[in-house]
């Protein structure tokens, strides 16, 4: 059994940004997890714990979602929390520009593997890049005012060519994410 989901991977470039960003939360000295850069992704679909010998199966469903779809020019901009800055529990940061073409994309991947036993999430998706989860209250009233006064600007953007099937190992010192299969959208 291997621990899978269904990503948009970033740009190095779009990386190194939003590490910039998340540089600037850190001032807050608010007990937040934050992503390691290398690990910054769009997730689509979790699929969690997968007998290795489904993979394929899995592949054929993601490679034929992502040529019903072609690239989409991604843009970052705008910070946030869920549920919201004050209780916040997860730190995002927002898709302005091209969040319908990766919902579309996301509810293909979705209704596609409904039919291999993989249930449909019922929190509608909304187009998100988790940057941080809030650990505890510390600092928290930092974080918010952080969050509400940041400037809603472009952040940085991308064009997405390709989804990829994930594996994520868990340990002590963090996720390490890999790739297992990579599809290109169109």
Request: net charge positive; aromatic share 6%; hydrophobic share 45%.
């Amino acid at each position: 059994m291997i621990r899978v989901f269904v990503a948009a991977n970033l740009d190095s470039d779009l990386k190194t940004a939003l590490a910039r960003v998340q540089d600037q939360l850190k001032t807050t000295r608010a007990d937040v997890g934050w992503v390691r850069p290398e690990n910054l992704h769009l997730t689509l679909k979790f699929l969690g714990q997968v007998e290795e010998g489904r993979l394929g199966a899995i592949g054929e469903v993601v490679a034929a979602a992502a040529a019903g779809c072609g690239p989409i020019r991604l843009v970052f901009e705008g910070l946030g929390a869920f549920p919201r800055p004050r209780a916040a529990r997860i730190v995002w940061v927002g898709v302005s520009h091209g969040a319908q073409a990766l919902t579309a994309l996301q509810s293909r991947v979705e209704t596609g593997l409904e039919p291999l036993g993989f249930a449909r999430e019922m929190r509608p998706f909304t187009a998100h890049l988790t940057l941080g989860r809030v650990r505890s209250p510390a600092h928290r009233e930092q974080l918010a005012r952080a969050l509400t006064l940041a400037p809603v600007e472009a952040l940085g953007e991308m064009v997405l060519d390709r989804i990829e099937l994930m594996k994520s190992d868990l340990s002590v010192g963090g996720a390490r994410y890999s790739i297992l299969q990579s599809f290109p959208l169109g």
